[in-house]
């Protein structure tokens, strides 16, 4: 059943990063979508915990609170998609990926600043980074 959950995390994760490359946004039915299927799934499969839900939901919580309080330079969908893999992942999981994404997201951010490719005031898409780390983790 987990490579189940793997390969539609992937898939969705591959949608989301096409959008946000192209587009610089998400969309939020297919969030919306991807959480209800994740919440039903733990729920078929026996797995749903409350307190673990609500634990993998801090990230994701914490990202769009951040992105209110840097009046949207941290993507408001960026968190969303971040609870919406809460409902999948556990708390563990999602702050290794948030983390690993983010340094990845930086170090790529740093390269090409110092290339003169890339201006503070920028925007650099973040789901990129999140399926990269995703599909790393799998192949670990």
């Not at 959950?5 to 969309?27: E, F, P, Y």
């Not at 297919?30 to 026996?46: K, N, Q, R, S, Y």
Request: hydrophobic share 55%; proline share 2%.
């Amino acid at each position: 059943m987990e490579e189940a959950a793997n390969t539609i995390i992937l898939l969705v994760l591959g949608m989301h990063a096409q959008m946000d490359v192209r587009k610089r946004q998400i969309s939020l039915a297919l969030t919306a979508v991807f959480a209800g299927l994740g919440i039903g799934f733990h729920f078929a499969v026996g797995t749903f915990c409350l307190a673990e839900f609500l634990l993998a939901m801090i990230p994701g919580g914490l990202l769009v609170v951040t992105g209110f309080i840097t009046q949207g330079k941290v993507g408001y969908g960026d968190g969303l998609l971040l609870l919406s893999l809460g409902s999948w992942m556990n708390v563990e999981e999602i702050l290794w990926l948030l983390v690993t994404a983010l340094l990845f997201c930086s170090a790529f951010c740093g390269i090409r600043m110092a290339a003169g490719k890339l201006k503070k005031q920028d925007s650099v898409p973040f789901v990129p980074f999140l399926l990269v780390c995703f599909a790393g983790r799998l192949c670990l």
